[in-house]
């Protein structure tokens, strides 16, 4: 059986993306953003970034979708503990 390579890379992008969801869910309920690493989420999220950039390059369709969403996802932690950390002292 041969398995579509599209299909693995639609498989990959829904996983990975999917696995944000509960930290993008949890960030947004309860506001806590003091156990994340300011600095991994705004590297990752750049990479991300960069991860869409290419996909648009090469009109891969799983990429883009993929990571635009992971890009939105992260975007939406990253400034949270931007607001958190900077906007919302005591």
Not at 62 to 70: G, P, W
């Amino acid at each position: 059986m041969i398995i579509n390579q599209e299909l693995i890379g639609y498989a990959a992008g829904a996983l990975t993306t999917a696995s944000f969801l509960p930290q993008a869910i949890m960030t947004i309920k309860t506001k806590d953003t003091s156990s994340l690493s300011l600095g991994m989420y705004s590297l990752f999220t750049l990479g991300v970034l960069c991860w869409l950039i290419y996909g648009i390059h090469l009109a891969d369709y799983a990429i883009v979708i993929s990571n635009a969403i992971t890009l939105a996802l992260a975007a939406c932690i990253l400034s949270f503990k931007v607001y958190h950390s900077f906007c919302n002292r005591p």
